[in-house]
């Protein structure tokens, strides 16, 4: 039996089941209701012409029918052939309009959100595809409300449920919003193409007898017309990727299907945010009074020195800077930016420029005795405090200068102290370089810390997020506002606002001074895993599981670019300083390359052999470092221009490279042979997306966001030492792209940071063999 002859067969007994079977349909002249038996048997006559038996067989014992045939004639009978039209297939005559449908005009309305809802509720392994199926069911259903003469209900349908479909068809979406009436639809060419052409649909086959069984179950006869006579639906084995979309054999021939491009073609404003009007002024102000002070000694000339770098600065920010009607309301400035913005001249002096010759230095942070219970780690810009958020609902802070942590002691009053040298003697007396805040009542998932090193913004399982403020070490504000667990937290760079993503499928955009949310940005289909602010505040960018990444209108709440591509969950993202590029990474063990204007992946980067957990662009946007759970830290070129690709430097690495992983498979061939084995034995481990990942209720394979379990616990059980101690993963080909890799001591890469000197920092936890 080939899949259409199972397809028109399960149709008509699922047909059988819900419309006649129920017993209440009817004629919309007659109202005479249909027997039964004659259509089961009807069904019965159908599938023993076609050879099912093991069908015919299961319908028989189950409607406990006797061998007396039935023909289509006998239901001519009750209904009148032109109410069914002159094609007198079981089809036609057994997929009737119930009564209630009928007569109700919101019967499609009804239908499809139910339909739409249970899709939602579905697993995130079949939702892409059950989405692709429901895009012509809500056509046809559009359609036909138009050709009933029901306007208003069309049009609500259209700004109910558009929304659904308008990433991947916002050129159909925009035409059929344009029809009003039944004259429209029917002189429509594209109405015309969806009418007279079935629309293919490519479905795994338990995703196809989910949709089969919904259908039935609930007694969606409209639905299950519109499937029965407009779509082709195929089902493969396997998986079906969410760029089966622009296959030959999806959709209809001729027309084009995904219009991500059109909807990617929208306009966005990718420059840096403009500099305030009064730090420029007091920035310059100071460092021309340090020059005019100190003129004749070594500050005095590292002052001229940044005011000319300054004035470089304010050119550039003049010429790429945002509309001022586009940018991103701000509060009024105060001193700690004012020094911000020096030391960032001062860090800018003494970068060191980076390339594929000159590749950065890495600081490296493992943290011991963990017992696998953290989960996430942050890095304060000025590399003065690093923070880990845990599984026993705590956060605990280390200074990395080796300074003392101290907060206010319990007796302070504020109204009482007049100096500085009063403020210190009311801190805390302690010699720890470390503290421990305790407010949340869940594992802790994600941390960031503002740019000023003021304040620490963490989220949970909870459903909370709270800010912490680390001059007194104390909880400042808890936010409210998500139904599900928080999986990640991020703070503009200009601090004030950040921005969560959950488990209920929403990122959410807070401002520190108000305790509900500003923006809810909703779209995915999955949990979102990881959220990050483009440099200049106006857009944030979420990837999710859903294998999608998505970039949003702060200002406006609403998505302006989707990429896909992606063959796993999302689980870290990452924006160039110049906001041209963004990059994305997760289970797949791969990092995609963007370009955000266009939308297009520029490149896709593999050599990884673990879960992606965190990315960092240099300075200057040319290189991207990535951090994994295979224990490694790898340097990308991500312009990939020729001059750089042929220096001697770079072609000496690559070289070096190669002859390694050749030395590598010799020595591996050569143990295998020694001991009897197959060298693909000598190499093999566990499958990575198996071990190197968490599992859980969250679906992705981001460190301890499961079960409170860190994905490092999970790393070693999959990997085996050599003889050297040295870890051996699978093999994965590697891009050319790739300039170097970094091996870490057992501990997989929960976070990277990129000083604005071109350090590299990162940060993880020890996994104990």
Not at 689 to 710: H, I, L, R, V
Not at 737 to 765: C, D, E, H, I
Request: overall charge negative.
């Amino acid at each position: 039996m080939d899949t259409n002859d199972r397809h028109n067969a399960a149709h008509s007994a699922s047909a059988a089941g819900t419309g006649a079977g129920s017993g209440n349909g009817s004629s919309s002249s007659g109202g005479r209701q249909a027997p039964q038996k004659k259509v089961e048997k009807v069904v019965l006559q159908f599938l023993k012409s076609k050879g099912y038996k093991d069908a015919e067989k299961a319908l028989r014992e189950n409607a406990r029918l006797d061998d007396a045939e039935t023909t289509l004639g006998d239901l001519a009978n009750v209904f009148p052939g032109n109410e069914v039209g002159s094609d007198a297939s079981v089809p036609n005559w057994i997929m009737f309009y119930n009564e209630a449908e009928q007569g109700n005009p919101d019967a499609y309305s009804q239908s499809y959100r139910e339909l739409r809802r249970w899709i939602d509720s579905s697993l995130d392994v079949y939702k892409h595809e059950l989405y692709a199926a429901s895009y012509p069911i809500f056509v046809h259903s559009y359609v036909d409300l138009l050709m009933r003469g029901l306007g208003e209900k069309a049009e609500e349908f259209m700004a109910l449920y558009s929304r659904d479909h308008v990433v991947n068809h916002s050129k159909d979406i925009g035409v059929l919003a344009t029809l009003k009436t039944a004259g429209h639809a029917e002189e429509n060419e594209l109405t015309k193409l969806f009418r007279e052409n079935k629309y293919g649909v490519k479905m795994t086959r338990v995703g196809f007898e989910l949709l089969l069984s919904f259908l039935q179950d609930h007694n969606h006869t409209l639905l299950m017309r519109t499937v029965n006579q407009h779509l082709n639906i195929r089902t493969v084995d396997g998986t079906v990727p969410i760029s089966s979309e622009i296959e030959a054999d999806v959709g209809i021939t001729g027309h084009t299907q995904n219009q991500l491009d059109h909807f990617n073609s929208q306009d966005v404003f990718l420059g840096s945010a403009p500099m305030d009007t009064f730090v420029r002024d007091e920035v310059e102000r100071t460092l021309q009074s340090e020059a005019g002070r100190r003129s004749k000694d070594a500050a005095g000339s590292e002052a001229s020195a940044l005011l000319d770098t300054f004035a470089r600065v304010k050119q550039e920010n003049a010429a790429g800077a945002l509309p001022a009607r586009e940018a991103v309301p701000m509060p009024p400035p105060h001193g700690a930016e004012i020094e911000h913005q020096i030391a960032s001249l001062k860090a800018l002096r003494k970068r060191i420029a980076l390339g594929p010759a000159a590749l950065p230095s890495i600081c490296m942070y493992t943290l011991h005795n963990t017992n696998n219970a953290m989960n996430c780690t942050a890095v304060s810009e000025d590399l003065s405090l690093l923070a880990g958020g845990f599984s026993e609902s705590y956060i605990k802070i280390w200074s990395l200068k080796r300074e003392p942590l101290r907060g206010f002691q319990s007796s302070f009053a504020l109204a009482a102290v007049n100096t500085e040298e009063e403020i210190e003697a009311a801190r805390e007396k302690t010699t720890d370089d470390h503290r421990k805040l305790v407010a949340h009542s869940g594992p802790v998932f994600g941390l960031d810390i503002s740019y000023d090193s003021r304040y620490l913004v963490s989220c949970s399982e909870d459903k909370t997020a709270r800010l912490w403020s680390l001059d007194t070490y104390t909880n400042v504000v808890c936010y409210k506002g998500h139904n599900y667990p928080i999986w990640d937290v991020s703070f503009a760079p200009q601090g004030f606002y950040f921005a969560t993503a959950s488990h209920d499928r929403t990122a959410r955009l807070w401002s520190c001074d108000h305790i509900y949310a500003l923006r809810i940005f909703a779209g995915h289909l999955s949990d979102v895993n990881c959220v990050r602010f483009h440099p200049n505040s106006k857009y944030i960018v979420t990837g999710s599981s859903d294998k999608s990444v998505r970039l949003w209108d702060v200002q406006r709440g609403s998505c302006v670019r989707v990429f896909t591509g992606h063959t796993g969950s999302v689980d870290t993202v990452a924006i160039s300083p110049d906001g041209r590029i963004m990059a994305s990474a997760g289970e797949d063990q791969t990092v995609n390359v963007w370009d955000l204007g266009s939308g297009r992946c520029m490149d896709t980067l593999t050599g990884h052999a673990g879960s992606v957990y965190s990315l960092a662009f240099s300075q200057e946007g040319t290189l991207l470092l990535s951090g994994s759970a295979d224990e490694t830290v790898r340097a990308w070129d991500v312009k990939r221009s020729s001059s750089a690709s042929d220096h001697p430097i770079v072609v000496q690495r690559r070289e070096e490279r190669r002859q390694q992983e050749a030395e590598a498979s010799a020595q591996a061939q050569a143990q295998a042979a020694a001991s009897g084995a197959g060298a693909s034995d000598a190499m093999d481990v566990d499958n990575p997306e198996d071990g190197a990942s968490a599992s859980g209720t969250k679906a992705s394979g981001s460190p301890g966001k499961a079960n409170g379990q860190t994905a490092a616990g999970n790393a070693s059980d999959s990997k085996k030492r050599d003889a050297a101690g040295v870890w051996k993963s699978k093999r994965v080909a590697e891009s050319d792209s790739l300039l170097k890799t970094w091996r870490t001591k057992s501990t997989p890469v929960y976070s990277l940071l990129m000083t604005k000197r071109n350090l590299a920092v990162a940060t993880g936890a020890f996994t104990v063999e």
